[in-house]
Nanobody, 123 residues
């Protein structure tokens, strides 16, 4: 059974940091890219970052470049999203998702999804 389990969300003040984790199981980790996407109330789901499990290449949405960093621990099949300099506009449910292949995308076209973790940034 494929599982993606996010953790690490919470409430933080503007300017603060959080580190999200995504533990993957049930599929061949190296054959997939892992994305982080988010959805704020009343808004569409949007891509935040993507990391290639096989080569560690990373991609970011413009609105998080320089603030967020994705990394992968392939041995433990876990992907992280370090979020710094958080802004109230970053408030959303954050999802990790897996997509088969080596092509990274910020579009919500992923095969498997986690349940999401809430991130709330207060001003």
């Amino acid at each position: 059974e494929v599982q993606l389990v996010e953790s690490g969300g919470g409430l933080v003040q503007a300017g603060g940091s959080l580190r999200l984790s995504c533990a993957a199981s049930g599929f061949t980790f190296d054959d997939y890219v892992i994305g982080w996407l988010r959805q704020a109330p009343g808004k569409e789901r949007e891509g935040v970052s993507c990391i290639g499990s096989s080569d560690g290449s990373t991609y970011y949405a413009d609105f998080v470049k320089g603030r967020f960093a994705a990394s992968s621990d392939n041995a433990n099949k876990t992907v992280y999203l370090q979020m710094n300099s958080l802004e109230p506009e970053d408030t959303a449910v954050y999802y990790c998702a897996a997509m088969y292949g080596s092509y990274c995308s910020l579009d919500p076209l992923y095969d498997y999804w986690g349940q999401g973790t809430q991130v709330t940034v207060s001003s």
